[in-house]
């Protein structure tokens, strides 16, 4: 599998920004599908992660202002985040496991393909 995110840049604090990640292949159904996010100097921190898209899961900070969802049909998971803070900037990756791994899905260690990363800044 092979991952392609964008839709990383400049915002404003208190603005909104969409993420897309799109995946090759055709089991893209099959995997369970996360967000990372690398601030500079900090470790990778879990994001959101959705199995089927029916359930999500999502890092404590995010308190309802990140939305996780992907189109099975299009191969492509989405990250919309609203109420952008300065702290929310960092490098964004998308991952990916086969759904059939029962790790905690905040472990970024069980994800087996990653996309390159999009930047995001939050900043006035």
């Known amino acids: 599998v092979q991952l392609q995110a964008s839709g990383g840049g400049l915002v404003l604090p208190g603005g909104s920004l969409r993420l897309s990640c799109a995946a090759s292949?055709?089991?893209?159904?099959?995997?369970?599908m996360a967000w990372f996010r690398q601030a500079p100097g900090e470790e990778r921190k879990f994001v959101a992660a959705?199995?089927?898209?029916?359930?999500?899961y999502y890092g404590d900070f995010v308190k309802g202002r990140f939305t996780i969802s992907r189109d099975n049909a299009k191969n492509t998971v989405y990250l919309q985040m609203n109420s952008l803070k300065p702290d929310d900037t960092g490098v964004y990756y998308c991952?990916?496991?086969?759904?059939?791994?029962?790790?905690?899905?905040?472990?970024?260690?069980?994800?087996?393909?990653w996309g390159a990363g999009t930047l995001v800044t939050v900043s006035s």
């Open positions: 991952a990916a496991r086969p759904r059939s791994v029962v790790n905690t899905l905040r472990l970024d260690s069980s994800y087996h393909y």
């Open positions: 292949g055709r089991t893209f159904s099959s995997y369970t």
């Open positions: 959705t199995r089927r898209g029916d359930t999500t």
